[in-house]
């Protein structure tokens, strides 16, 4: 599965990123307009994806201010 036009919430910041997905592994993130050969695509325009959220205190106040 193809996950497009998100932005993925890291401990770093935000990503404007494309995700692959196979079962419930994150195979990797690439770029916007990257071909990806899924059979499912996900259009998540202006969506916040925030992958393995174990804490649920999580703070992106900051982070979620600037998109």
Known sequence: MAVKDE???TSE???DTNLLV????????V????DAD???VVDASR??????????QL?????????
């Open 31 to 34: 770029s916007h307009g990257t």
């Open 59 to 67: 703070h992106v106040a900051g982070v979620l201010d600037t998109y």
């Open 22 to 29: 196979e079962g419930d592994s994150i195979l990797g993130l």
């Open 38 to 40: 899924a059979e499912r």
């Open 13 to 15: 910041g935000t990503v």
């Open 47 to 56: 969506s916040f994806v925030i992958p393995g959220i174990v804490n649920p």
């Open 7 to 9: 932005m993925v919430v």
